[in-house]
């Protein structure tokens, strides 16, 4: 599966923006789907997870109350909406497919990547 990322920008702090992670292919809907962002010097981090059917949701600690993931397999896509965001939320945020056992949380337990998306927080 192919994954196109979108959405970020520059935001102050605070405020909102929704990723959207488009995939191609026709098996998106047999996949776990998750985020993940990289912030500048840092090492990639896990942020949110949904299930194949998008039963299941996992988050990051960090992102907890925040940040919603959510899926629609009718249009092969999946949504990282973020909301009170924070400075150190800034990061290049990655999209991810994989099919291991769920929530997977490390890069590993995901197979196929997108490009990435900016998201800078001003304070």
């Known amino acids: 599966v192919q994954l196109q990322a979108s959405g970020g920008g520059l935001v102050q702090a605070g405020g909102s923006l929704r990723l959207s992670c488009a995939a191609s292919g026709r098996t998106f809907s047999s996949y776990d789907m998750g985020w993940f962002r990289q912030a500048p010097g840092k090492e990639r981090e896990f942020v949110a997870a949904i299930s194949w059917s998008g039963g299941l949701t996992y988050y990051a600690d960090s992102v907890k109350g925040r940040f919603t993931i959510s899926r629609d397999n009718a249009k092969n896509t999946v949504y990282l909406q973020m909301n009170s965001l924070k400075p150190e939320d800034t990061a290049v945020y990655y999209c991810?497919?994989?099919?291991?056992?769920?929530?997977?949380?490390?890069?590993?337990?995901?197979?196929?990547w997108g490009q990435g998306t900016q998201v800078t927080v001003s304070s």
């Open positions: 991810a497919a994989g099919q291991g056992r769920f929530p997977g949380r490390t890069e590993a337990d995901f197979g196929s």
